[in-house]
């Protein structure tokens, strides 16, 4: 054992029992605090500050662990390790993917139309709602991105006439931020609509969507998808954490090794990533009790509710930008560096996307995993208007969504401590960079477990 | 060029009298001398001996400077873990 391996070898021995230490006061958190699994009864009750300053503490734990792994081989090793994997007949795979595309394109809208109105049963809810926004982004960030073979609008589109002109030259307004609305639209879109109990509204919206899309993919051709198209960013953003790229060849690697890459080119796709993860957590935040609350009061005294949910979108999104600016540039200060603060905006803010990651399978495994058998009878019959039968999950499933935001989060701390790695000739450096960074973490780590830990209650005024 | 030992590299910003230390290889610039030394090390090859020698010394610098991070982020760890034992000690 050389020197290096055996300090390598000591401080992830310090690092797992430092973890297990923490995790067995988090485990008490998780099993006693917020209201998952209906633990009230029970005898021993955390207060919910204390539940979440523990979360919080992991986090800044973490972040302290990972300052102990200071072989700069074996940090770049694990960034840099790639398993090059043996695919046969990949052209097969993507020829059977455009179909699968183009068939659940026309599954969504035939039935969205024709088929029954009981969101349950009809499987055009289903698929878009369980398999694509539920399964499909999950398998994007977990195994990887299938997104550009599946999507039925590029695959249409390559089959027609396109100008190629370039976004950044037509459109007056900078490509990336059109994006960002665009997906903010997006969310807003699926938060106060019925789009998830409406099947024929929902057809509607898929059909306006996929006109937009062809004239975006006759304009730009690819470039829509690639620069324009928010969902299409969306895969691929979450495709940059999962173990799988299909850049040169399908190769494995080690889980959020893409983010440490310097993936985003403008301060506009930083601000995408953020609304992003902003987005995922408005979802869960809309649907707490203390927001029907002060829905409710805020409502009463004579705000319209139609304005109530796109000011609080825009509000938070803008909060959560901000807090990521200010903390890092605020952070670049300790590095004492001559590097441009743009440069640490773009290239900590992948990081975000595991945290984005973390938040999305916490608030929709429970969600794919409830409804995947009514979508698999609903595709087996699609215009059956039989009994629907759903998964009832065990109690103590929603105290894993609070293992997935921390797990999320403590794969962000890993990844900006690679990325500081990078950037910084002295270690030393890189970790002080990190301090802005961890700062927001912890407060965007503390948010989501409050909301995830808070019982499930309709949004009121929507629908 | 290489002849140049790494301090004449050092510029004066007028505006706020810090110094800069350049790379004499590539564009970048560094707020402290021993941050270019561990630079030229990291991302270089071919160095002169006086950068060797530099970079060495400014390695060595900054694992000391490490080892006495280290015991400080272990000594916020444990103090962290006291407390939060005394806060649930006290709230059960
Ligand atoms: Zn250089």
Redesign the pocket.
């Known amino acids: 054992m050389t020197d290096a391996t055996r300090r390598v070898a000591r401080a992830v021995a310090a690092l797992l029992a430092a973890a297990l230490a923490v995790s067995a006061l988090v485990g008490r958190a998780l099993a006693h605090g917020g209201s998952i699994g209906q633990s009230a009864g029970r005898s021993l009750d955390v207060p919910t500050w204390l539940f979440l300053s523990t979360g919080g503490a992991v986090v800044g734990a973490s972040f302290l662990l990972s300052t102990f792994a200071t072989d700069r081989a074996f940090v770049s090793r694990i960034h840099a390790y790639r398993r090059a994997l043996a695919a046969p007949r990949t052209d097969l795979f993507a020829t059977a993917g455009r179909a699968i595309g183009l068939l659940g394109l026309a599954t969504v809208v035939a039935v969205g139309y024709l088929g029954p109105s009981g969101p349950l049963q009809n499987a055009s809810i289903l698929v878009v709602w369980g398999g694509w926004w539920a399964g499909l982004a999950m398998s994007a960030y977990l195994f990887g991105n299938a997104w550009p073979v599946l999507d039925p609008w590029r695959t249409l589109a390559s089959a027609l006439p396109t100008r190629d002109r370039d976004p950044a030259a037509v459109l007056p307004v900078s490509v990336p931020w059109l994006s960002t609305v665009g997906l903010l639209g997006l969310f807003w879109i699926e938060i106060v609509s019925p789009l998830a109990d409406a099947p024929r509204l929902l057809a509607t919206v898929v059909v306006a969507y996929s006109v937009v899309a062809l004239s975006g993919a006759f304009l730009f051709g690819d470039r829509y998808f690639e620069e324009v198209d928010p969902i299409a960013r969306v895969f691929r953003l979450y495709g940059a954490v999962a173990p799988l790229t299909y850049d040169d060849g399908i190769q494995l690697r080690v889980p959020g090794s893409g983010l440490e890459a310097d993936i985003l080119d403008s301060r506009g796709e930083v601000a995408f990533v953020v609304a992003l993860l902003w987005g995922t957590t408005y979802d869960g935040l809309v649907a707490t009790p203390p927001w029907a609350t002060s829905a409710r009061a805020v409502v009463k005294v004579g705000v319209p509710a139609t304005l109530l949910y796109p000011v609080a979108l825009v509000v938070g999104f803008l909060a959560f930008y901000g807090g990521y600016l200010l903390c890092v540039r605020y952070g670049a200060r300790f590095a004492d560096t001559r590097r441009d603060d743009a440069e640490f905006v773009r290239r900590f803010a992948p990081s975000l996307l595991a945290i984005a990651a973390g938040y999305h399978v916490a608030h929709y495994l429970g969600y794919f995993l409830t409804l995947a058998p009514a979508l698999v009878g609903a595709l087996a019959a699609p215009f059956a208007r039989g009994s629907v039968s759903t998964l009832v999950l065990p109690g103590w499933f929603g105290g894993l969504s609070l293992a997935f935001v921390l797990a999320g989060h403590l794969l962000a701390v890993w990844v900006a401590h690679g990325v500081g790695y990078e950037l910084f000739p002295s270690r030393l450096q890189a970790v002080r960079s990190q301090y802005g960074l961890t700062a927001i973490m912890i407060l965007y780590t503390m948010t989501s477990l409050w909301i995830v830990s808070r019982p499930y209650v309709a949004p009121p005024f929507v629908g | 060029m290489t002849d140049a030992s790494p301090d004449t590299a050092a510029d004066t910003d007028a505006g706020t009298g810090e110094r800069d230390h350049d ?6 610039v560094f707020a402290r001398a021993d941050y ?1 030394d561990l ?2 090390g990291l ?2 090859e071919n160095l002169t001996d006086a950068e060797q020698a530099a970079f060495a010394d400014a390695r060595e610098a900054e694992e000391e400077a490490l080892t006495i991070f280290r015991y400080k982020a272990l000594g916020l760890l444990v103090v962290a873990y006291f407390l939060f034992l005394m806060a649930y000690a006290a709230s059960l």
């Open positions: 790379c004499p290889y590539c564009d970048r270019r630079h030229l991302e270089h």
